[in-house]
């Protein structure tokens, strides 16, 4: 939904527990990864550090009764990321809610961003 060149967007949180969520930057982390085969060029393509991005992989292996992430060490035979099945599941299910949320509340949304002052700061 564009409104003279500014973007308006729903961003969804899954919460499931305190320790345990699903959000637009790691549905973003996990695409990276599938299409990068990395970890790092994921994170990199980010702007997030490694270590980062290895933090937000092992949580959301954790979180899920299978791992989302497959990963090998690098070395002379090079390492590599993938999505496993249940991460392939995972990202469609949540894009898939993303695209649902944002459809239903269209109108509510446009209505919103017609309610909004004026951005620039001057009133």
């Known amino acids: 939904m564009a409104d003279?060149?500014?973007?308006?967007?729903?961003?969804?949180r899954v919460v499931f527990g305190p320790d345990a969520m699903l959000g637009p930057g790691k549905a973003d982390l996990l695409e990276l990864i599938d299409e990068l085969g990395s970890i790092a060029?994921?994170?990199?393509?980010?702007?997030?550090s490694y270590k980062r991005a290895w933090t937000l992989v092992e949580q959301m292996n954790d979180a899920f009764r299978h791992p989302l992430v497959d990963s090998s060490r690098g070395g002379t035979r090079g390492g590599g990321a993938r999505l496993s099945d249940t991460g392939r599941d995972v990202l469609h299910r949540y894009r898939r809610l993303e695209r649902r949320?944002?459809?239903a509340g269209a109108e509510d949304i446009a209505?919103?961003?017609?309610?909004?002052?004026?951005?620039?700061?001057?009133?």
């Open 41 to 48: 060029a994921a994170g990199r393509a980010m702007s997030m």
């Open 111 to 123: 209505a919103l961003r017609g309610m909004l002052g004026d951005m620039s700061g001057e009133k």
């Open 101 to 103: 949320a944002a459809k």
């Open 4 to 12: 003279d060149g500014d973007e308006t967007r729903l961003r969804l």
